[in-house]
């Protein structure tokens, strides 16, 4: 059972545009959200999290957006770049050990 | 070093035959972690380490997998006998406590022939 369901699968936007990126979870436990990036051949790595104490986090051009009540979570890549093409993973954690990562979304920006 | 280092990057091994993986973490980080990813999928929880010390090891898909870190820093995953259904790419992540980030090495990945 997938515990955190990621969308789009993939998703293509022109340069200067936004990218969003959507995750739901069912476990209220959860109390840590990341955000990782991957380029192919290389390891996830974080690019910002959230705790559900907040609704919103912005570091830069990415902005986290949570929902506690709908148990939902987002990216949100401002101005994306065609550097931001890679691969986006949501994930979830209750206890901060084991993590429950999403399936995915590849992002093309289109220069 | 700076980040967590993962050797060998690829593996390829026959199928039946033992593997072993090595993951070298932050200095310090207390904690690691190890995950499975499949092609085109999100890491898999495998299992993890406090210390020396297993504390989780439920994701282990089965008693062909087997992680120890016998002396709280360097740690090793083994698949014994190993299956086709094994080829992925394992993961290995540290952070410095429990509940804190999770830095990633880039990967071992592994092909069973």
């Known amino acids: 059972q997938q515990q955190v369901k990621q969308s789009p699968q993939s998703l293509i936007v022109q340069k200067g545009g936004i990218s969003i990126i959507n995750c739901a979870y069912e476990n209220t436990a959860f109390d840590y959200f990341p955000w990782y990036q991957q380029f192919p051949g290389k390891g996830p790595a974080l690019l910002i999290a959230i705790r559900p104490d907040v609704s919103e986090k912005k570091e830069g051009r990415f902005t986290i957006s949570f929902n506690k009540s709908a148990k939902q979570f987002s990216l949100h890549i401002m101005d994306s770049q065609p550097g931001d093409s890679a691969t986006y993973f949501c994930a979830a954690s209750d206890t901060g050990n084991q993590f429950y990562f999403g399936t995915g979304t590849s992002l093309t920006v289109i220069p | 070093g700076a980040g967590v280092s993962q050797s060998p990057r690829y593996k390829v091994a026959k199928r039946g035959q033992d593997v072993a993986l090595r993951c070298d973490p932050i200095?310090?980080?207390?904690?690691l972690f190890w995950y499975q990813q499949a092609l085109g999928q999100g890491p898999e929880f495998l299992t993890y380490?406090?210390?020396?010390?297993?504390?989780?090891k439920s994701g282990l898909p089965s008693d062909r997998f087997f992680a120890e870190r016998p002396e709280g820093s360097v740690s090793t995953l083994k698949i014994q006998r190993t299956q086709q259904e094994d080829s992925a790419v394992y993961l290995c992540?540290?952070?410095?406590?429990?509940?804190?980030?999770?830095?990633f090495g880039d990967g071992t990945r592994l092909s069973i022939l």
């Open positions: 200095s310090g980080h207390v904690s």
């Open positions: 380490f406090q210390n020396e010390a297993q504390l989780d």
């Open positions: 992540a540290s952070s410095l406590a429990l509940g804190g980030p999770q830095h």
